[in-house]
């Protein structure tokens, strides 16, 4: 997302002829859209996209059994050390 936040002010800069991004290449300019593409090929293919939407779904999880077991005075004190960050 970095990269292509990166490559859209990038080309802004260009486009207005803003700054010394004017005098850059066309092609310099355009890398960042090239990394973009490259990262989320790389997150696809190494499961690493997948394992953030695990990870935050399982912590979503939690923290409503979490909160459905406060609610119910059942709250351990695993559970309590979980939450305070330990």
Partial sequence: MWFL???LLAVA???FEIGF???WSWW???IPFALAVAWWAWADWSGYT???IVERENARRQDRI???RSNLGL???RS???RRGR
């Fill in 5 to 7: 936040l990166l490559g």
């Fill in 13 to 15: 800069l260009k486009y």
């Fill in 21 to 23: 991004v004017a005098t």
């Fill in 28 to 30: 310099i300019v355009l």
């Fill in 50 to 52: 997948k394992r953030r």
């Fill in 66 to 68: 979490d909160r459905q």
């Fill in 75 to 77: 709250l351990t004190s």
């Fill in 80 to 82: 309590n050390r979980r």
